[in-house]
């Protein structure tokens, strides 16, 4: 047996605690792998008892056993603090009556005092003992060479294994931290997201008739141009325009003429299905995108618009002008389907007022609606 070495200091001893900590072994369930190592240790040394001991603060607990009556002990009854004194060498006591170790006395195997000690320190890579690869007989033995290079064999193979599954661990607790990381920063894009569409309505809107505004039909226009021509349908524009607004505004007076303003941009959102978009383009002026519309259906929504500005709840009648254009994005740029529906509406204006018509330079030969 060898001599004891000088008990630890404080520090030490929490640095030890602390790398035993960090496997978060102590307590945990059986494991196969530990399980075999023991049973391995008792065929090769030929004993009744192997154990897998950890120093825990103030009792050795034992992560696998055959043998052993308890499944932890107090320190001071442990052989295993005996063994980690010197931590880098195999504590062989071959007849603990004529070697006795103080803990042996109050130690049972199978109801009987141990006669016989081997114990390999376990290390962590610091070098920090955990506890021991122990094999113990309640008889005296004598192991020969070979058996105690196998338990000190098998001794670093249970340290793989411990660091195999401090590993693990980390590894599950880093997954983990990554999972909740991954998770704050998609709530926070969400919300980012969701603040960012707040202020896009709020910025994108016209406040006084709740349609979008011109800033907001930029952003659609850029964003239609990005895609492939291909990609987009047929659509046709509707451009309306109060009529003699300026004299709603004079007669009736400026907040008369906002609720006009209002009611014509009701007529046009109760007129139109939820995929069109309808822009306030100017002053009095509202513009209409109909997709996958064509001429006759938007002529439908323009009369449907008409009908509705006529029954506005106002305390005077307007009436409203509307110009039509067919836009094909294989075949024309929307600024062209714009002007032809700009025209189209200063025609209705020409005509007189309170009508549609229907742009007539493509797909109809001049349809006055009016
Ligand atoms: N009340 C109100 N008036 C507005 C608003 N925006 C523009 N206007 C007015 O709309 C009027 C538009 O007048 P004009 O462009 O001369 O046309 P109009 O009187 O509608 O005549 P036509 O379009 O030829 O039928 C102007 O008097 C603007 O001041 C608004 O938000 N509220």
């Known amino acids: 047996m ?24 102590v307590d945990s369930g059986p494991e196969q792998a530990f399980d075999d190592i023991v049973r391995l240790a008792v065929t090769l040394c030929g004993v009744c ?26 320190r001071d009854l442990s052989l295993c603090s005996h063994a980690i004194d010197q931590p880098h060498r195999t504590l062989v006591i ?4 004529i070697d006795p170790l103080p803990a042996a006395k109050r130690r049972r195997l199978g109801g009987r005092p141990p006669r016989f000690y081997a114990g390999v320190p376990l ?22 060479p070979a058996q105690i290079e196998s338990l000190e064999l098998l001794a670093r193979q249970t340290q793989h294994l411990l660091e195999l599954r401090r590993l693990m661990l980390e590894q599950g607790q880093l997954l983990s931290a ?17 603040r960012h569409e707040e202020l896009m309505q709020s910025a994108s809107r016209d406040p006084l008739t709740g349609l979008l505004n011109r800033a907001a039909m930029e952003e659609m226009l850029a964003e239609t141009r990005r895609r492939d021509p291909s990609e987009r349908m047929p659509y046709t524009l509707l451009l309306l325009d109060i ?60 009369y449907r618009i008409r009908e509705r500005v006529a029954r506005a709840p106002l305390p005077f009648a307007i009436t409203v002008s509307i110009g039509i254009a067919a836009g094909d994005p294989m075949r024309d740029r929307p600024e062209q389907t714009f002007d032809r529906a700009d025209q189209a509406l200063y ?24």
Not at 54 to 72: C, E, T
Not at 182 to 191: D, H, K, L, N, P
Not at 246 to 269: I, M, S, W
């Open 123 to 144: 290390l962590s890579p610091d070098g920090y003992p955990l506890g021991t690869l122990s094999v113990a007989d309640v008889e005296p033995r004598h192991l020969a």
């Open 49 to 74: 008892a192997a154990s897998i001991s950890l120093i825990d603060r103030d009792r050795v607990w034992f992560k696998a056993q055959i043998g052993v009556d308890q499944s932890q002990v107090s």
């Open 2 to 25: 060898s001599a004891r070495v000088p008990a630890q200091t404080n520090d030490s001893e929490a640095a030890r605690q602390a790398a035993l900590d960090a496997y978060a072994i």
């Open 94 to 97: 071959d007849d603990l009556d």
């Open 243 to 302: 009529d003699h607004f300026k004299l709603v505004n004079d007669l009736h007076g400026h907040l008369a003429g906002d609720n006009a303003l209002r009611a014509v941009a009701d007529a046009v959102t109760a007129s139109i299905r939820k995929s069109d978009i309808a822009v306030r383009f100017g002053g009095e002026e509202i513009l209409v995108y109909l997709p996958g519309t064509a001429l006759d259906g938007a002529a439908e929504v323009a």
């Open 178 to 194: 990554r999972e909740a990381a991954a998770r704050t920063a998609e709530q926070a894009r969400a919300e980012l997201q969701r």
């Open 347 to 370: 025609r209705a204006k020409a005509d007189g007022r309170d009508r549609v018509v229907v742009d007539d330079t493509q797909q109809f030969d001049g349809i006055g609606l009016g």
